[in-house]
Nanobody
Framework: QVQLVESGGGLVQAGGSLRVSCTAS????????MGWFRQAPSKEREFVAA????????FYADSVKGRFTISRDNAKNTVYLQMNSLKPEDTAVYYC??????????????????WGQGTQVTVSS
């Protein structure tokens, strides 16, 4: 089992920045692909970013590419999502997820076995 706890959400003005973190406990963190997903009201949960255990590649949704950066620190069992140039449409609950998968499937939420409880990010216009 892997337990994931997100932190760092909050309220920020459009154009601002925010960093959310996800700390894992349980099984060896470094073995997992880590992903961030988000869910806005009345919308499906969507892929945001992912990073494999090695950290040598990253994957992003087109809507956040160039604005968000995912990173991980395996020594701290933590994955980060740095969000810059935030827009009101980035408002959502952000979820951290962990799973084993071929990297072709990192955008598929069904590939992730473990999920955090989510942290709210609100961007005001």
């Amino acid at each position: 089992q892997v337990q994931l706890v997100e932190s760092g959400g909050g309220l920020v003005q459009a154009g601002g920045s925010l960093r959310v973190s996800c700390t894992a406990s349980g099984r060896t963190f470094s073995n997992y692909v880590m992903g961030w997903f988000r869910q806005a009201p009345s919308k499906e949960r969507e892929f945001v970013a992912a990073i494999p255990w090695s950290g040598d590649s990253t994957f992003y949704a087109d809507s956040v590419k160039g604005r968000f950066t995912i990173s991980r620190d395996n020594a701290k069992n933590t994955v980060y999502l740095q969000m810059n140039s935030l827009k009101p449409e980035d408002t959502a609950v952000y979820y951290c997820a962990a799973g084993h998968m071929v990297l072709d499937y990192v955008r598929h939420r069904g590939q992730y076995a473990y999920w955090g409880q989510g942290t709210q990010v609100t961007v005001s216009s």
